[in-house]
Each structure stands twice: as structure tokens, then as C-alpha cells.
């Protein structure tokens, strides 16, 4: 069972189309990251978000915090044929001494031109 | 900076034989950390290091599974014996203290 849903799992859709991602879990995080993967290519990270109800905007992307710091939500506005990827999501809590991250399954992203 | 250096990219073995990844973290960067990313499971952490002492290992599958850190600059994850359901994407990632974790390009195992 994955401590981070992440819904969809894929998602296929036409260029200029809009799109949300979601991160849901039962439990509070001190912090939340978004990162993005390529084929063949380690996860980048795009986002940090700390505070509940925090929202960050990075061009096209736009990442919320719930209000409980146990959800988030990405949002992609006219999406490009950059945007395909592997969507990862991970979770910051503090154990065994550190802050350690859970990631998210992912949400795999196709935009097509 | 060339980024985090991993190698082999990719390792085709057969069941029981012994692999070792190798992972070179970003230069000045004083944790590292070995993930496994499976279409199942997801990206799993496996061990992490600081300052070259290994402080997590509880994500480290079996006995079958050893990693070591005898500098700061190298790191190997050694699976002795390797078994078909090893198969996936190992990753290594470095960050300076609290900071962004940097991920490699990764090592696809397959396991015959």
C-alpha cells in the first residue's frame, strides 16, 4: 500500500489542454515536493512547498499545499509537448533522525502535439 | 559539475550472480542516498548515508543486499545473490546537508 496516492496514474491529452495531478495521503508531511523524470534520467526536482495552504507557481505549473499538509495538487495550464514526463510527488517526515522522503507512485504524462 | 555519476547504465546478469552499482555523489555533498524504482512499488529508499556512515538501512530488502561508503566521493550497492525479482531502475542521489537531493541517470538491472 503507497503512503502517497497519486492520481491518475496516466494521463494522455492534446497540447493546450489544462490538467491536474493530485497527491493524497493520511498522513501529515513537513514538507512536500513535486519533482519531474524523463526516460532514461534521474527525478528533478520542481517544487518545495512547506505551508499549509501554500501555493507556488513555476510559469505553467502551479503547486498547492493542503491545508492539513496531507494533500497537493499540481496543475498544468496549456500543457506543451515539454511537459511529458513522469510526475513524482514525495512527502517529507521526520524519522529515524532525518527527514526522510516517501514518494508517490507517479502520474505518467503524454502531451501530444 | 558533471552531477551524480552512476555506473554500470545498464547490467544484464543472470540469477545468483553478483552485481555492484556504483554510484560518484556531486562534489562537497556530504549525504547520499540509493533508491529502487519499480513500476510496482514505485521509487523506494533503500540506504542512506552521512558523512560517509550509513544512518538508514532499513529499506535494504534482505541480507542479499550490501552497500558501502569508504569515501566521500564513491558508493556501491552490491546484491550477492541477485535474483529476477531485483530487476528494476537503482538510483543514486547526493545533497549538501538539508538541500536538494540530486538524482543520477540510474542503473537498469535486469536479472535473468
Not at chain 1, 526536482?45 to 495538487?73: H, I, N, P, W, Y
Not at chain 2, 542479499?64 to 528494476?88: G, H, V, Y
Request: contains cysteine.
Amino acid at each position: 500500500t503507497q503512503l502517497l496516492e497519486q492520481s491518475p496514474q496516466f494521463l494522455s491529452i492534446q497540447e493546450g489542454e489544462n490538467l491536474t495531478v493530485y497527491c493524497n495521503s493520511s498522513s501529515v508531511f513537513s514538507s512536500l515536493q513535486w519533482y519531474r523524470q524523463e526516460p532514461g534520467e534521474g527525478p528533478v526536482l520542481l517544487v518545495t512547498v512547506v505551508t499549509g495552504g501554500e501555493v507556488k507557481k513555476l510559469k505553467r505549473l502551479t503547486f498547492q499545499f493542503g491545508d492539513a499538509r496531507k494533500d497537493s495538487s499540481l496543475h498544468i495550464t496549456a500543457a506543451q509537448p515539454g511537459d511529458t514526463g513522469l510526475y513524482l510527488c514525495a512527502g517529507a517526515r521526520f524519522s529515524g533522525g532525518y527527514n526522510k522522503l516517501i514518494f508517490g507512485a507517479g502520474t505518467r504524462l503524454a502531451v501530444h502535439p | 559539475d558533471a552531477g551524480v555519476i552512476q555506473s554500470p547504465r545498464h547490467e544484464v546478469t543472470e540469477m545468483g550472480q553478483e552485481v555492484t552499482l556504483r554510484c560518484k555523489p556531486i562534489s562537497g555533498h556530504n549525504s547520499l542516498f540509493w533508491y529502487r524504482q519499480t513500476m510496482m512499488r514505485g521509487l523506494e529508499l533503500l540506504i542512506y548515508f552521512n558523512n560517509n556512515v550509513p544512518i538508514d538501512d532499513s529499506g535494504m530488502p534482505e541480507d542479499r543486499f550490501s552497500a558501502k561508503m569508504p569515501n566521500a566521493s564513491f558508493s556501491t550497492l552490491k546484491i550477492q545473490p541477485s535474483e529476477p525479482r531485483d530487476s528494476a531502475v537503482y538510483f543514486c542521489a547526493s545533497r549538501q546537508e538539508y538541500n536538494e537531493q540530486f538524482f543520477g541517470p540510474g542503473t537498469r538491472l535486469t536479472v535473468l
